[in-house]
């Protein structure tokens, strides 16, 4: 059973910085593309970001492109979120996710595993 646990969301005012991760266990991690998603209150859950096995392909929402960066390190089971100049909109609940053998792509069905959520509040 894989399992994927996000922390580092929180609090943070607009223009600020979060760093969110993921750690995987269960799987062979290097073998997962890996993806973020959001769900805000009232809205889908929506694709945010997502990254290759590699590293070597990336993919983001036209919404966070430019702000947030997805990287990985295969070495610890790991995926992260880097958001920068946060606005309000930014504010959900961010889902990290894995992809058997996909490539980070926005579809949710390509994903197998989910996490719990971590939450991000964007104050103004």
């Known amino acids: 059973q894989v399992q994927l646990v996000e922390s580092g969301g929180g609090l943070v005012q607009a223009g600020g910085s979060l760093r969110l991760s993921c750690t995987v266990s269960?799987?062979?991690?290097?073998?997962?593309?890996m993806g973020w998603f959001r769900q805000a209150p009232g809205k889908e859950r929506e694709f945010v970001a997502g990254?290759?096995?590699?590293?070597?392909?990336?993919y983001y929402a036209d919404s966070v492109k430019g702000r947030f960066t997805i990287s990985r390190d295969n070495a610890k089971n790991a995926v992260f979120l880097q958001m920068n100049s946060l606005k309000p909109e930014d504010t959900a609940i961010y889902y990290c996710?894995?992809?058997?053998?996909?490539?980070?792509?926005?579809?949710?069905?390509?994903?197998?595993?989910w996490g719990q959520g971590t939450h991000v509040t964007v104050s103004s």
């Open positions: 996710a894995a992809s058997k053998y996909g490539l980070g792509t926005p579809p949710k069905y390509e994903y197998n595993d």
């Open positions: 269960g799987g062979t991690f290097s073998n997962y593309a």
């Open positions: 990254i290759s096995w590699s590293g070597g392909l990336t």
